[in-house]
């Protein structure tokens, strides 16, 4: 059965560093952020304190954006104070050392002509720390134990989507809007199949699609993900002729609950309708995220 994850969302993240900035050290004259998810936590802790932003690229660039008053309010610092190397989470470490492998040769000679009488102290941290991790970085603010987490921003870029389930309309591309499938609307709905706009793209390969889509749609829906570049190991659909049969035995969410139900491996299920993911998650007790509300169930903490 898999574990309890952390999750957050970017509201909760906005909280998060909000609460962090009041208790971090006072003399931070500038935030770089890791690359990808570390120069969100950067901006945001920038724009709560006020301070200068960059990311670790530029900084081993020799960029020294504090030396001049290049934010409103924000003056020049030509000399003392932290530069805060910052991610969103640190589980290994590996990450965070080959960081401060890269930096450190520039402790203690951070000004732009490597001299020694202007120090600049380099600081490391991640608003979330795994505890096996927590000597790799000076500040942190939540221990996050041995929990596995992920993230509104990261979830659908993290190899941890190789053993999840995730719905598909509403999902991956645009749902369809209306009440039925068949009748006058059938044309309508053959074009959706066709046609519908993508509303991300994976990094890695989706462990399995489960949709309501009913299984005589399967050549359309395959096509659609081969023209989107969507990767996937499996492709469930609906076993039914009809959209009436489909809601005879249960409708969508209570199959969804048994597939999940009986993939013990599978880490989350990703839901478009919260109505459903509400269904699934008290049906089967399992991490379950709830797309378009960034509602997750059953998460840890």
């Known amino acids: 059965m898999a574990k309890p994850l952390f999750y957050r969302t970017y509201g909760q993240l906005a909280a998060d560093i909000r609460t962090w900035s009041r208790i971090l050290p006072e003399d931070i004259v500038a935030v770089a952020g890791i690359s990808r998810s570390g120069m969100i936590v950067a901006s945001m802790l920038m724009a709560e304190r006020n301070i200068h932003v960059l990311s670790t690229d530029e900084l081993a660039a020799g960029e020294r954006p504090w030396e001049k008053e290049k934010r409103r309010g924000c003056p020049a610092k030509p000399c003392g104070g932290r530069i805060l190397i910052i991610d969103d ?26 001299s020694l009488d202007c120090t600049w102290k380099l600081d490391y941290g991640a608003v979330y720390a795994m505890f096996n991790a927590l000597d790799k970085i000076d500040h942190f603010l939540l221990n996050v134990g041995t929990v596995d987490h992920i993230f509104e921003w990261n979830w659908h870029h993290h190899w941890f989507l190789e053993n999840c389930l995730l719905d598909m309309d509403g999902v991956l591309c645009e749902d369809w809007m209306h009440g039925t499938e068949e009748d006058h609307l ?26 309501g889509r009913l299984e005589k749609y399967r050549p359309q829906t395959e096509s659609w993900l081969a023209k989107n570049g969507i990767r996937y190991k499996k492709l469930t659909m609906t076993p039914f002729d009809t959209p009436a049969q489909r809601a005879l035995n249960g409708g969508s969410a209570v199959r969804k609950s048994m597939i999940y139900q009986s993939n013990p491996d599978a880490i989350m299920f990703v839901e478009s309708c919260p109505h459903q993911a509400s269904v699934i998650a008290k049906s089967t007790g399992r991490p379950v995220l709830s797309y378009q509300e960034q509602r997750f169930f059953n998460g840890a903490m």
């Open 186 to 211: 059938a044309p309508a709905y053959l074009s959706h199949l066709e046609n519908a706009k993508p509303l991300m793209k994976p990094s890695f390969e989706i462990g399995e699609i489960v949709t």
């Open 89 to 114: 989470t640190v589980s290994s470490g590996e990450h965070m050392q080959r960081e401060r492998d890269r930096f450190c040769e520039f402790v203690g000679t951070l000004n732009a002509d490597h």
